[in-house]
């Protein structure tokens, strides 16, 4: 995939109008709550978790369905002020134009070109949110086996999470998934240490919510199937999304530290439909570890097999050993 911000930071272009576009690129209610529009948006989507788990579920998917809209709506704006401000009619400046005045303009208009990039980046990748709560409730599941559960809405969501990576311009590397890192090769060592911290993590979160088993009986073949359908559907899609796309248009709008904290609340806020305060304190904790893991080796890979084996010893091996 070609990332859009190779194409924006490597070729500006400016002309005389360079000073209407950067009005163009950043809207005046943009520039003033730059900083507190992703946090009222992950209000939200607390509020929306509440409702579902407290309320009234019909109440928490309309609250799901207007913020899904609402973010929307903002990653268009943000494009398109992107969009607008990188198609300039010249390369040099005007005419009697004082070249420090055309310094500052291409200055002032390629910061303009990067905010609203990176602001469409974050509001298209928290998009998939409020996407994962709408696919669990919309989908009817009722007689269907509990192993599918997290098969059947993980399918459209797993395409979306690629979707939106491939609209934001991200490649591979970009949100953590290239086979080779860039930087150290993914020091296999250290993502094969980190996958087994999924083992006691599992069996923690068992002790707090002890669910039914997803399957009924231990047999090899529907072990290995339903272990599958939690790596790969629970595994792989919710860390690509939330360590990976999330984390990474975070990192460039809000900061790295900061993202850690947005993104971590972002996640332990879709398990509040668990109705248990202690597992939404456990599960901010795990995604706090695993996004400084991320952030320190910059790969998913384990953190893939780890948030994979949790869910297999909290889903599978738990209830079945300590039920």
């Given at each position: 995939m070609e990332r859009m911000l190779s194409i924006d930071e490597q070729n500006y272009h400016y002309s005389s109008s360079s000073q209407i576009n950067i009005r163009k690129?950043?809207?005046?209610?943009?520039?003033?709550?730059?900083?507190?529009?992703?946090?009222?948006?992950?209000?939200?989507?607390?509020?929306?978790?509440?409702?579902?788990?407290?309320?009234?579920?019909?109440?928490?998917?309309?609250?799901?369905v207007i913020?899904?809209?609402?973010?929307?709506?903002?990653?268009?704006?943000?494009?398109?002020?992107?969009?607008?401000?990188?198609?300039?009619?010249?390369?040099?400046?005007?005419?009697?134009?004082?070249?420090?005045?055309?310094?500052?303009?291409k200055e002032q208009s390629a910061n303009a070109r990067m905010w609203a990039l990176y602001s469409y980046r974050l509001y298209l990748g928290l998009t998939l949110a409020p996407l994962i709560r709408i696919l669990s409730l919309s989908i009817p599941l009722g007689n269907i086996d509990p192993q599918y559960f997290f098969l059947i809405p993980g399918i459209p969501?797993?395409?979306?999470?690629?979707?939106?990576?491939?609209?934001?311009?991200y490649r591979m590397s970009d949100i953590y998934l290239a086979v080779r890192n860039r930087k150290n090769g993914h020091n296999w060592k250290v993502q094969f240490a980190v996958l087994f911290l999924g083992i006691p993590l599992g069996f923690m979160e068992y002790a707090i919510l002890r669910p039914d088993p997803i399957i009924p009986v231990l047999t090899v073949g529907s072990v290995v199937t339903a272990s599958f359908i939690l790596i790969i559907f629970t595994g792989l899609t919710e860390e690509m999304i939330f360590r990976g796309?999330?984390?990474?248009?975070?990192?460039?709008?809000?900061g790295e530290r900061v993202s850690i904290i947005y993104v971590s609340l972002l996640?332990?806020?879709?398990?509040?439909?668990?109705?248990?305060?202690?597992?939404?304190?456990?599960?901010?904790?795990?995604?706090?570890?695993?996004?400084?893991?991320?952030?320190?080796?910059?790969?998913?890979?384990?953190?893939?097999i780890a948030h994979g084996l949790t869910n297999i010893n909290l889903f599978i091996l738990g209830p079945h050993l300590f039920g």
């Amino acid at each position: 995939m070609e990332r859009m911000l190779s194409i924006d930071e490597q070729n500006y272009h400016y002309s005389s109008s360079s000073q209407i576009n950067i009005r163009k690129a950043v809207p005046r209610f943009l520039q003033i709550y730059a900083g507190i529009i992703p946090w009222v948006f992950l209000l939200g989507i607390i509020a929306a978790e509440l409702a579902v788990g407290f309320w009234s579920v019909s109440i928490g998917m309309a609250l799901h369905v207007i913020l899904l809209i609402a973010l929307l709506a903002m990653a268009v704006i943000c494009w398109y002020y992107w969009d607008e401000s990188s198609v300039e009619n010249s390369h040099s400046r005007a005419v009697g134009q004082p070249v420090v005045s055309a310094t500052d303009q291409k200055e002032q208009s390629a910061n303009a070109r990067m905010w609203a990039l990176y602001s469409y980046r974050l509001y298209l990748g928290l998009t998939l949110a409020p996407l994962i709560r709408i696919l669990s409730l919309s989908i009817p599941l009722g007689n269907i086996d509990p192993q599918y559960f997290f098969l059947i809405p993980g399918i459209p969501l797993l395409a979306a999470a690629f979707t939106a990576a491939r609209l934001a311009g991200y490649r591979m590397s970009d949100i953590y998934l290239a086979v080779r890192n860039r930087k150290n090769g993914h020091n296999w060592k250290v993502q094969f240490a980190v996958l087994f911290l999924g083992i006691p993590l599992g069996f923690m979160e068992y002790a707090i919510l002890r669910p039914d088993p997803i399957i009924p009986v231990l047999t090899v073949g529907s072990v290995v199937t339903a272990s599958f359908i939690l790596i790969i559907f629970t595994g792989l899609t919710e860390e690509m999304i939330f360590r990976g796309i999330l984390k990474r248009s975070a990192d460039d709008f809000l900061g790295e530290r900061v993202s850690i904290i947005y993104v971590s609340l972002l996640f332990a806020a879709l398990h509040i439909t668990h109705l248990s305060a202690l597992d939404v304190l456990f599960v901010f904790g795990v995604a706090l570890l695993f996004s400084v893991i991320v952030h320190r080796t910059e790969s998913l890979y384990g953190v893939v097999i780890a948030h994979g084996l949790t869910n297999i010893n909290l889903f599978i091996l738990g209830p079945h050993l300590f039920g």
